[in-house]
């Protein structure tokens, strides 16, 4: 019932820009934080972004700092990040998730998850 899908990653030089959007669907969208994470071949699933449910704050990881955007329109039920300045070290599989509380950078506490959107950085 409830189901976010991703888009807009795919096959990107370093330096190069990407925005990603999640689109929710089968949820109140405004009573959710709402997260980025990222999954790399034999490594954690790790946080990237995260905002809260009407858009007033924002949280990134140091990695993300300064070349991420998180933003939410909650009128479209949808959710971006805006990537800059990528590096091959950000090829990872990009999932979107939903989380009741706040928005914490703890993917346990998310409740609902996308299939991921795979974005790849070539040197």
């Known amino acids: ?3 976010l899908v991703e888009s807009g990653g795919g096959l990107v030089q370093a330096g190069g820009s990407l925005r990603l959007s ?3 669907s089968g949820l109140t969208f405004s009573s ?16 990237v972004a995260s905002i809260s449910k009407m858009g007033g704050g ?6 993300a700092k300064g070349r991420f955007t998180i933003s939410r329109d ?9 990537m800059n300045s990528l590096k091959p070290d950000d090829t990872a599989v990009y999932y979107c998730a939903a989380n009741p509380g706040s928005y914490y950078s703890n993917p ?7 299939q991921g959107t795979q ?5």
Request: charged letters at 15%; glycine letters at 8%; aromatic letters at 20%.
């Open 119 to 123: 974005v790849i950085v070539s040197s």
């Open 32 to 47: 959710y934080a709402m997260g980025w994470f990222r999954q790399a071949p034999g490594k954690e699933r790790e946080f």
């Open 108 to 114: 346990g506490w998310y409740r609902y998850w996308g």
């Open 22 to 24: 999640c689109a929710a």
């Open 74 to 82: 909650n009128a479209k039920n949808t959710v971006y990040l805006q």
């Open 1 to 3: 019932q409830v189901q």
């Open 58 to 63: 924002t949280n990134y990881a140091d990695s």
